[in-house]
């Protein structure tokens, strides 16, 4: 019963607030273990048992809990807001504090900001007690590759797989979403292109070369060979 309500409701939220499907189990597992053990104490006093000491026992654990996750919860929660509220996307420019860079990923525990020491995991909470600058998104940078597979292979086929390379690639900003557009067919080969959008130029020969290696395995997998 508590996981047909529970589930659910904890699921709806996670979407919303950008949870990870881990942090979401962890939080019905706790809640179908409490609902547990309120259960048993409740049958427990119904046949006369004395529970008061498992009620105190119940207490310290789930104070324990609470004191041991303080930082998880405040962080979540702030990761929530964020996702809310929307001070700042993907792709902005932003500074905090000393920090400043571009925003990366917003998690659920941290903020991913790429700065010039390279990248920098900000606990969601800071951003809820300080002042945030935000630059917005710079104007994006296209990255083009291509790539040459036999006449015979189905295009359909390589469109999806190079798209699948694409897909969960943090480097990249969305929207625009990526696309495939077919550049030539000839009779022993056709040219296939996966054009892919970031906010810093800097990385454009690391996108293009981390996109080739995941397009390869994609192909690899499914049997389909590069010309």
């Known amino acids: 019963m508590v996981k047909v309500f529970i589930d659910p409701i904890i699921n709806s939220l996670a ?9 979401a189990s962890f939080w019905k597992t706790l809640v179908l273990i409490l609902a547990l053990v309120i259960a048993a104490i409740m049958s427990l006093s119904q046949i006369g048992v004395t529970v008061e000491f498992l009620y105190i026992l119940v207490g310290l654990a789930i104070l ?7 930082d998880v919860v405040a962080n979540t929660i ?8 929307k001070p700042f996307r993907r792709g902005d ?7 400043a860079g571009t925003v990366r990923d917003i998690g659920t525990i941290y903020t991913q900001v790429v700065s010039d ?12 007690k300080k002042a945030v600058l935000n630059r917005q998104a710079p104007s994006l940078t296209r990255i083009v590759v291509p790539v040459k597979v036999r ?12 798209l699948k390379a694409a897909k969960g690639f943090k480097e990249l900003t969305m929207p625009p979403e990526p696309e495939v557009i077919i550049n030539d067919i ?31 395995e994609e192909f690899d997998r499914e049997g389909i060979a590069l010309f």
């Not at 324990?64 to 303080?70: D, T």
């Not at 420019?93 to 920090?99: A, D, F, K, R, W």
């Not at 906010?199 to 293009?208: A, D, E």
């Open 93 to 99: 420019t932003i500074m905090l504090g000393e920090t």
């Open 117 to 128: 020491r390279g990248v920098l995991y900000v606990p969601n909470i800071e951003f809820l």
């Open 15 to 23: 979407r919303k607030a950008g949870v990870s499907t881990a942090t």
């Open 64 to 70: 324990s809990i609470v004191l041991g996750s303080k």
């Open 151 to 162: 006449a015979t292979e189905n295009l359909s086929k390589v469109e999806q797989l190079m």
């Open 186 to 216: 000839r009779s022993d080969y056709s040219e296939v292109q996966l054009a892919v959008y970031i906010t810093n130029p800097k990385r454009s020969l690391y996108v293009s070369s981390e996109l080739r290696k995941r397009i390869k």
């Open 78 to 85: 702030a990761g929530y807001a964020l996702h809310i509220h």
